[in-house]
Every structure is written in C-alpha cells, then in structure tokens.
C-alpha cells in the first residue's frame, strides 16, 4: 500500500505528513487537475511509442501465406526502418 | 458511474500487427519511465489467454504484476485488469480494440475504466474526466509523424 500511495505521492495527488510513528497522506486539492496530467502523461508516451513502433516493423507471424513468410524472415523484423 | 477514460488514434498498420505488436512486443516499446522497476532491459509480458498474468520481469529475474487477461480476442481486442503499481483489490479495467481500417490501417480505441472503486482517488478521477479526454494523443500522433 505504501508503494501504490508514494506513487500516487509523486503524480502528485495525494500529499503526505508524518505525524509520530505514522506517516498520514491526503487528497490533494487540485488532484483532479494532476490526475488527468498524468494519465494524459501516461497514455501519450505509450500510444506515441506503440504508434512509432507498430509502423515501423513488420509481423513476425503473417497470416497471408507461405511466401511472404520466407520473404519476411529473410528480410527481418526491423528492415522497414528509415522507409 | 465515473465515465471511462478514452482515447483512440490511427496506426499505418493492420489489425493482426497492431495487436501483435502491443501484447508480444511490448518490451520494445513500452515507455521504461512507466514500468515499476524503471529498469532498462525489462520484459513485459502478457500471457496470451483469458487468466493470463501480465507482468514485468527485470533483467535480474524479479516480477512485478501489472493486471491480468480477461478477455483475449486477437487480432480484434482484449481487454485486462489493471494493477500496476498498485493492489490487486484497486485494479482498474483497460479495454482495446483494434478496429481495422482502409488502407491497412487500425484505429486503436482504448477505454479505461472502473474507477468507482477507487473511493476518494475515483473521486479525484471523476472530477478529472469532466474535463474530457478526447485529444490526448492527437499532438503527440503529430509529432510521430515528422
């Protein structure tokens, strides 16, 4: 749990305070507006890199026949990169 | 109910390598900044079944679950709870399809939901999501492209 809340600490929606032995955290209040950063954060990096990649190589596995499937291997994975 | 998160884009490829490329590739491509370990050289895999865990393995062989397969429909769409970094118990649902497109190409629609549960952080959300978040991708799609 306290791993989940320092995440949560660092995207900057919850602060923390410790008080004795305990360490006690709160919402924040413009912890809406830091969620949505931080999701749009979290999903553009990936759709970006996803996106970046899925382009840019080629299936490992086609489905379309046993021809293109030896020109694949012989050519690999990455050699659409630069096209 | 706290509305779904979604986002949706377009790849220049088709279906079965969108889909590919997201559930066997992922170690290629995933952000490193978005992992649990924040090691380079991490693999991510998603176990290729209804059940399946998906997890992080780091380069020394420790895991670290991230959500598991609930619904695994290649090359269409899958969906999985999501955990990362975070209980089991609080997982949230991620939902993508792959929608195929003329000109082998794929709209990817992704929803992410089920933050009711969340308590006081799906509060957070829900008051976040008012906002919308229709456009998240479309800046950075641009940017891919030059």
């Not at chain 2, 380069?59 to 970094?85: K, N």
């Amino acid at each position: 749990m306290s791993r989940h809340l320092s995440v949560l600490n660092r995207a900057g929606l919850v602060s923390d305070e410790q008080v004795g032995a305990r360490r006690l955290y709160r919402l924040d209040e413009p912890g809406a507006e830091a969620a949505r950063r931080y999701l749009a954060q979290v999903w553009g990096n990936v759709g970006v890199r996803f996106k970046l990649f899925a382009e840019n190589t080629r299936p490992r596995k086609p489905s379309r026949g046993p021809r293109e499937l030896t020109a694949l291997r012989t050519a690999g994975p990455r050699s659409s990169r630069g096209s | 109910m706290i509305e779904p998160l979604r986002i949706s884009f377009e790849v220049a490829c088709p279906p079965d390598h969108a889909f590919e490329t997201w559930t066997e590739r992922a170690s290629a491509w995933w952000p490193p900044q978005h992992t649990v370990s924040h090691q380079p050289g991490a693999e991510i895999v998603f176990e290729p079944r209804p059940g399946g865990r998906i997890f992080e393995r780091t380069p020394q062989g420790e895991e670290f679950e991230w959500g598991e397969i609930v619904r695994w429909d290649p090359p269409r769409g899958l969906s999985y709870r999501w955990h990362i970094a975070t209980d089991p118990a609080n997982a949230t649902e991620v939902e993508i399809v792959f929608r195929e497109m003329p000109g082998s190409t794929t709209r990817i629609e992704i929803e992410h939901g089920g933050w009711d549960r969340l308590g006081e952080i799906g509060q957070a959300w829900r008051d976040a999501n008012r906002a919308g978040w229709d456009g998240v991708l479309p800046p950075y799609a641009e940017a891919a492209r030059s």
